[in-house]
């Protein structure tokens, strides 16, 4: 096949670059699936990936972009077939296996979810692994027995792609949200996602946390962690849940055993990296149904192409994100 475009990450001693490739099929990793790419997304993986240190990246050269969604061109995996419209998101994509950002991408076929009814490549995509994050959240909050009438659900950061599109999915399943920030520039974006309330950082932590505090809110989604999901912890209902999934607060969470054993108050982990296809899948189908927010297109901060991934790829390491940034390959 004639060349194709890529962007490339690449190191060496001397020297660091991110930039669009020409490359060839024969360039690509082994896999079941070939797959022309329509569009992916940029996470806070793939930041990292785009600068020396990130520690993401292992191997070089190397194509970012852990999630992505096209239409298969070829296939020995009898699941698909060509033409099939798919997503694929996480696993080892763009990590330690060629990711998303490249018009063309070769990938084992247990890594591909075919794309359900009433979602577009687009929309997929505007959800990506933000999406799977918000939605298993819910779900395992609502599993631990979370319901609209037990009371408010806090979203920390909120502006971000888990935290935006956790507060527009809560919102649709009826839930009384309350977002955290600390962009005082962006409640009016909160709002239109659903948000009833909003509050800043420092409501939720102000720099003390206390071994047990006020019982403000029936559960929360943490893509924050540190000592934010520590004060949050001291914060929920009794029974009530926090369901963790980052750590752009710090790893170190500074709590006691006292929520979980006076309150009883459930801490949840989230993983969407390796979470099972079977639940996965039931995921996908729930975005394209009950979870699918019906503000999708308000999540988009801008669409860009693979020419302009690398001045925007530190956007999201700098805060500076708002939503989700598409990628129309």
Same mark, same amino acid.
């Given at each position: 096949?004639e ?7 690449d190191?060496n ?10 490359i060839?099929?024969? !360039?690509?990793?082994q896999? +079941?699936?070939?797959?022309k ?29 852990? +999630? *992505?969604?096209?239409v ?17 998101t996480?696993? !080892?994509?763009?990590v ?17 979810v ?16 933000a ?6 959240s ?9 319901s609209?009438?037990? %009371? ?8 971000g792609?888990v ?22 520039? !962006? ?14 950082r420092?409501?939720?932590?102000n ?5 047990? +505090? ?6 929360a ?29 710090? %790893? ?18 989230? +993983? ?23 503000? *999708?297109s ?9 020419? !302009? ?13 708002? %939503?989700?940034?598409i990628?129309?390959?």
């Amino acid at each position: 096949m004639e060349q194709f475009k890529a962007l490339m990450v690449d190191k060496n001693e001397n020297d660091f670059s991110v930039q669009v490739k020409n490359i060839t099929l024969n !360039e690509l990793p082994q896999g +079941d699936v070939l797959i022309k790419v329509s569009y992916s997304a940029i996470n806070y993986k793939d930041g990292l990936a785009s600068i020396p240190n990130g520690k993401i990246v292992t191997t070089y050269p190397f194509i970012p972009g852990i +999630d *992505l969604a096209g239409v298969v061109v070829s296939s020995q995996d009898p699941r698909f077939r060509e033409g099939d419209e798919i997503i694929a998101t996480s696993y !080892e994509i763009g990590v330690s296996h060629y990711g998303g950002y490249s018009e063309y991408a070769r990938i084992p076929g247990d890594w591909i979810v075919p794309l359900p009814e009433n979602l577009t490549l687009m929309e997929s995509m505007i959800l990506g692994t933000a999406g799977i994050t918000s939605a298993l959240s819910i779900q395992r909050l609502e599993d631990n027995g979370l319901s609209p009438e037990k %009371g408010k659900v806090l979203v920390t950061g909120a502006t971000g792609g888990v935290g935006s599109l956790a507060v527009s999915m809560l919102s649709k399943r009826g839930y009384e949200v309350v977002a955290s920030t600390g962009k005082n520039s !962006e409640h009016t974006f909160l709002h239109k996602l659903g948000a009833k309330e909003i509050i800043s950082r420092e409501d939720v932590f102000n720099g003390k946390i206390k071994t047990l +505090d006020k019982q403000n809110w029936a559960a929360a989604v943490d893509p924050v962690g540190g000592e934010t999901l520590a004060s949050i912890l001291s914060k929920i209902q009794y029974n009530g849940s926090v369901a963790v999934s980052g750590l752009t607060g710090g %790893g170190s969470v500074p709590t006691t055993v006292f929520p979980f054993i006076l309150r009883g108050i459930n801490l949840l982990g989230i +993983d969407s990296v390796y979470c099972p296809m079977d639940v996965r899948q039931e995921l996908w189908n729930r975005m394209a149904t009950d979870l699918k927010p019906s503000t *999708l297109s308000e999540i988009i901060q801008k669409e860009i192409t693979l020419e !302009e991934l690398p001045e925007n790829l530190p956007t999201i390491l700098k805060g500076q994100a708002r %939503g989700r940034i598409i990628v129309k390959i």
